[in-house]
């Protein structure tokens, strides 16, 4: 699921956001002595800061709120909505958001948008809906990326304390069943109402029964239903039966979406729902991000993280190089999961093996073949169109840039990569020799689901070639991490910053570093550098978690995947192309 959000420089204003997470913070650990004081957190990054506070609006079902606190926390969250940049909104009444009437009747419409629900131009006639989980309480997992959670979280705690109030009002001993909503207000939600209603569950990978399917055609009538009572516009997810049996009611229904397959799904549902009518199609009205970004740019500094091969989704297994996916783990290495506690990539880094090299041998050998992908292939086709001066500095140990046709002379990679192993006791500055003709020689070997060294072949494990030692992955995994093999990338890397900022001052044009991806794992290597360069170049900064700007630094952030962000940066320069020619 991708949020996507622009922000505008300076995102952050200190003091409303530290009022709020010192209240927020003392009163949560006032039940939880053991925790550090709030002056432990208030030292953190302003971005961490904000970060803590949002878990902290959705961490405990029975938060103590008295009215300082929730005035100190609704002040910061109503500060944060007004930092949204205006781009980042749609008017469902604007020219670019198409709207399909019902073939016979016109007050009654369907139009689609991906994107967030919460960046509609709505008014107090509007209500929208939660699919909340069966509580109708909003989601307590505070790294869930559910719609449920954006909405409590935007809306603020006085939202979640309505729906308490009103679950109570109704005094069952449990709350509603699946299927029949509440409605609250908003809270600071640019809409009159929510309505919440709870659907099926449905675990990944298994097919709904009919009885689920049941109870999820009654959660969507219901909401309907319950939307046309209280005057409202909008609902997500129509039925089409519901406007046959409701021929006179006016309804307006948005569907919110949030991939490239659920636009593909609901493209073919509607043709299939509306068969008279050839020419309903719904029309995907996206964030696009403002290709001005680019206006007279002399020099392009790429700095990416994690979050940027997160995106490369590898044509085989249909999923990204996301170290935290469990669904990437369980398809790589369904025996480790079977024979270990580890669930996903992450969870290898330190973990003790029994048969350590089977491992290495396997995932450096998927790493390094994980090939062409659209997030790199977009990558580079905006180099391209730009055309200008480019350097790249990745955390990402990968070679993904490498693998995409990026010129090696123009990548550094201080982390280290997969292609070289290197002597673990670091016995001399050079003690380091490529992986390749190793895993090439050990995977005839090797099941590949669960890699394993056969115990009669201890010749396919590597040692140093000068001491004989044992040898691990070139990486910074500890202080006997070899850097010399990146010392020359490093120089260059600075040549090319600084030959950057010369031509682009004498041509008086501008360098823009655009950073893909990097978060707090290890912001010292790509984020803090990026804000260093930025005092004499434009920041762009893409991340579905942290797109924060520190106040003192200027740029924009993009609450958004590296994907989709440079899906939209292309077809955006390629139509002013074809618009200008």
Not at 69 to 80: D, G, I, Q, T
Not at 96 to 114: G, I, L, N
Not at 324 to 341: A, E, M
Request: aromatic letters at 10%; charged letters at 25%.
């Amino acid at each position: 699921m991708t949020i996507s959000t622009i922000l505008r420089p300076s995102v952050l204003k200190t003091d409303l956001l530290d009022d709020a997470l010192a209240r927020m913070y003392n009163k949560y650990i006032e039940r939880r002595p053991h925790l550090k004081p709030a002056e432990y957190v208030l030292s953190y990054p302003l971005p961490a800061k904000r970060h803590v506070l949002h878990q902290l609006l959705c961490i405990d079902r029975d938060f103590p709120y008295d009215d300082e606190l929730m005035n100190s926390v609704e002040s910061f969250l109503a500060f944060e909505q007004t930092q949204i940049a205006p781009e980042n909104f749609i008017d469902p009444d604007g020219e670019e958001y198409e709207v399909f009437p019902h073939p016979d009747r016109d007050w009654q419409s369907v139009s689609a948008w991906k994107g967030n629900m919460l960046h509609i131009q709505g008014d107090y006639k509007w209500a929208i809906v939660n699919p909340a989980n069966s509580e109708l309480m909003g989601c307590f997992v505070p790294e869930h990326r559910c719609l449920d959670n954006q909405i409590h979280t935007a809306a603020g705690p006085r939202l979640r304390q309505e729906c308490r109030e009103d679950i109570n009002k109704r005094r069952r001993k449990r709350p509603p069943p699946e299927g029949v909503p509440i409605i609250t207000g908003a809270g600071l939600l640019p809409f009159g109402h929510v309505i919440h209603v709870a659907g099926p569950s449905l675990e990944r990978r298994r097919q709904a029964t009919a009885e689920e399917e049941d109870k999820l055609r009654n959660a969507y009538r219901n909401s309907l239903t319950l939307a046309l009572k209280q005057a409202a516009k909008v609902a997500t997810r129509t039925v089409a039966e519901w406007f046959d049996e409701f021929k006179k009611s006016p309804m307006r229904v948005i569907f919110m979406l949030w991939t490239e397959h659920d636009i593909a799904c609901y493209q073919a549902a509607m043709a299939k729902t509306f068969p008279n009518n050839p020419e309903f199609k719904v029309r995907i009205c996206d964030l696009v991000p403002d290709p001005s970004i680019f206006d007279n740019v002399g020099g392009l500094i790429i700095h990416a993280g994690a979050g940027l091969s997160a995106d490369a989704v590898n044509a085989e297994y249909g999923l990204g190089l996301d170290y935290t996916s469990r669904d990437l783990f369980y398809k790589l290495y369904p025996g480790i999961v079977k024979s270990t506690p580890l669930r996903s990539l992450y969870e290898t880094i330190g973990y003790e093996w029994d048969d350590q090299w089977g491992w290495i041998f396997a995932h450096a050998h998927r790493v390094l073949n994980w090939g062409q992908t659209s997030v790199y292939s977009d990558l580079k086709r905006l180099v391209s169109t730009l055309d200008v001066p480019y350097t790249i500095m990745t955390s990402n140990a990968d070679q993904l840039f490498a693998q995409s046709g990026f010129d090696p002379e123009r990548i550094f990679t201080p982390q280290g990569c997969y292609a070289r192993f290197q002597c673990l006791a670091a016995c001399t500055p050079d003690s380091f020799f490529d992986s390749k003709p190793w895993i090439e020689r050990a995977l005839p070997h090797l099941d590949l689901l669960d890699p394993r060294i056969p115990t009669d072949k201890p010749e396919l494990i590597p040692s140093c070639e000068k001491c004989g030692g044992a040898v691990f992955l070139n990486v910074r995994g500890g202080d006997w991490f070899l850097e010399t093999a990146y010392v020359g990338a490093e120089q260059r890397y600075k040549s090319q910053v600084e030959e950057m900022f010369r031509t682009a001052e004498a041509q008086n044009k501008r360098v823009l570093v655009l950073e893909l991806g990097s978060g707090f794992n290890t912001p010292s290597v790509i984020r803090y550098p990026s804000e260093m360069l930025a005092e004499n170049a434009d920041l762009v900064r893409v991340n579905l978690q942290h797109p924060e700007i520190h106040s003192q630094v200027e740029g924009r952030g993009y609450k958004m995947g590296a994907g989709e962000f440079l899906a939209a940066c292309v077809g955006g320069l390629q139509g002013r192309k074809r618009e200008a020619a």
